[in-house]
Every structure is written in C-alpha cells, then in structure tokens.
C-alpha cells in the first residue's frame, strides 16, 4: 500500500484548518493523511482531533523553525493567518513569510494558501470613498493576505492562492446576527446596497481544500475563489425567516454607519462591505459557484447552512 502523503494544516483547530482535516479523515481511500498544527496540543479541540485521526503536532506562527520542524516530511500544507487575533496587518506578513520559507526549505509539493484580495489594487490609499486604516491599508484584515500572496511566489512555493468567503457562522460568533432594532423589530444588518454577498459555511472551505490537493498539479500556480452561494442581505433575511419561523427585516445601512457602529474592527469591516459592493462584480465574478461544488460536492447552501445552525443563532429576547 503506497504511503500517504501528508499535509500539514496550520490553525487545525480552527473553523477552516478544523475543515480540511476532518475532511481528510473521512476520506482515508484518497490517500492523505493530516498533521494537524496547533499552539497547544492540550487543547480539547487538538485532543478531539487527535481522537479522530489526525497527527497532532506543537508548532507557532511567531517561531519560524517550530515551522520548518512542523512541514518536514509533508507532501504539501494548508496556511493560514487569524488577523482577528491580534488585529495587526504586518504580524500577518511576518507569519505568511515563516509559512512560506519553512515550505521551501522542507520542499513541499503544494500549498494552499487561504488569501484574499489586496484591495489596494482597487481603491488606493490617497482615494478617500473610505478612510485609510493603520496608516497603510484600505481593509487590514484583506490587504495583508493579498499582498503575502507575493511572500509566497518569492520564495518559489508551489502555491495555490484560495480566495474565501464570508462565513455564515459570522451570524453566530461575531454578532452579525439578526439583533432587536430601536422600533423593536429583530434586523439583520448589512452594508451591502443591494449587492451580492458570496457565502460560505466555514468548515466548507477545508472541503474545498481538499478538493484542490485530491487535484494534484491542477490549481498550482492559481488563483481560485469559493463559495456556498452569492446572495443579497434581502435574501439572506428572507431565508433567516423562514428558518427562524418570524420576521426578520434587513436593515440596509451605508458603509459609514457600519463603521461608527464602533465595535472592534468596525472600521476595517465597513471598509470591506463597501469594497465588496462597489467592487462586486469583481469579488463575486472570483468566486465560481460551480467550481466550488466540483471541488466539494457536500457544498451547503444559505438554506442548507441555516438549518442545520438555526438553534445556534442567538436572536435578542423578545
């Protein structure tokens, strides 16, 4: 029996790291195996994956020869980085460009790299449609990723640059969920006037992943955007009604309200709303709907997502 190629998954214990490897073990006939990266391998989460399967190895994004120990012997690694973590764009840079030498050195065959756009191509600094953040950026959180996509080509990473989405479980964990507006209704807000939104479930995106590395050579080399579904705030408030069985309204605010909202990274998502409405049909023409399915044919939609998350979602009481 042929030996099974490993890939490394950095933030294995997270929702798109978390993905990949569970997807890998529940597909042990491709022929990959998952050493699943994490700060503590104490943790509940790394001892549930190890539980399952997965090799569980100690590594840091701020120790680089952690890194390089981590990817010896892999056939390929899944990188990732966690702006919200720490909210610093150049911390980002320092983490992708470990990433990125610990591959060269180590010789993998294939990374994915999970980037998005570097939204300076679009909307300069000195453009003032938004207000420049941290000195450099348009939207931190996008702006780093995309410019590290670079890191990687400079050090001659055989890489595929994996543009995600939205993630539906934003609606349970970062309070973008429906909430109670001053007259009492329960609003879902969205700074989007009226454009597309691609979506995705979170855990979808490490399926998609390992669509990509069960393609071999196919994706090296390119650009590839995914998503569940691309849909407006209207619509998602319609689906949240039905699944939540009461009225939910959109609340359709402008980018600059969201960004006085004044919760943490507020700015930097009002930034990223407006990008993604003035910029949609580039943002959403990225993000192939069909493509995605191909790579990961158990791709839920909104609806699908929602039924299964619905008791997750804390509504305001009434």
Known sequence: MAEKKVIVVVGATGAQGGGLVRAILADPAAGFAARALTRNVDSERARQLASMGAEVTQADLDDPESLRRAFEGAYGAFCITNFWEHFSPEKELAQAEAMAKAAHETGL????????????????????????LMGHYKVPHFDAKGEADDVFRKHAVPTTFLLTSFYW????????GPKKDPEGRVSFTLPMGGKKLPGIAAKDIGGCAFGIFKAGSQYIGKTLGIAGEHLTGQEMAQALSKTLNREIHFNDVSPSVYRSFGFPGADDLGNMFQFKSEFSEVFVGNR???ESRRLNPQLQTFAEWLKENASRIQLDPE
């Open 169 to 176: 479980d934003n609606l349970i964990h970062l309070g973008m």
């Open 288 to 290: 192939n709907l069909e």
């Open 109 to 132: 065959k294939h990374v994915i790299w999970s980037t998005l756009e570097d939204t300076r191509r679009w909307i300069s600094l000195d453009d003032d449609r938004m207000p420049t």
